[in-house]
């Protein structure tokens, strides 16, 4: 069975539902030093994928595009470590992240695969 192709407005959607997400986690944080340091850094590199693939859907070229896409990649990832440390600290009830760190992986494994194609159509449009 041939897998469905993601639309640009699915992952634009879930890209909003998970910068929403990261802003409750955000929110949930206790009031200490650490606590606001690292809510100010997710709250950063966790909302950044959907504004910047908004950003892609209008790029210049296909560099242009390539290049957003690689930012919403790296903040992902930045993310991703951002939460595993939230969840070793025990801000937050065991499990309690794990949803949204399944849907961060997710995400990632998506704009890994999107960069590889998007890199090797640039390259074979340049050959």
């Known amino acids: 069975m041939e897998k469905k192709k993601t639309t640009a407005q699915e992952v634009e959607a879930r890209l909003i539902e998970f910068a929403s997400r990261i802003i409750d986690v955000v929110e949930a944080l206790p009031k200490t030093p650490a606590a606001k340091h690292l809510g100010g850094q997710l709250l950063r590199s966790g909302t950044s994928p959907a504004l910047n693939y908004g950003e892609a859907q209008a790029a210049e070229s296909r560099e242009d595009f390539l290049h957003k896409m690689k930012i919403c990649l790296k903040e992902l990832r930045e993310t991703l470590i951002c939460l595993k440390l939230i969840t070793k600290r025990t801000w937050f009830p065991a499990g309690k992240l ?30």
């Open 98 to 127: 794990e949803p949204l760190l399944a849907e961060n992986n997710e995400l990632v494994a998506m704009f890994v695969a999107s960069t590889k194609t998007a890199s090797g159509n640039s390259q074979s449009i340049k050959h």
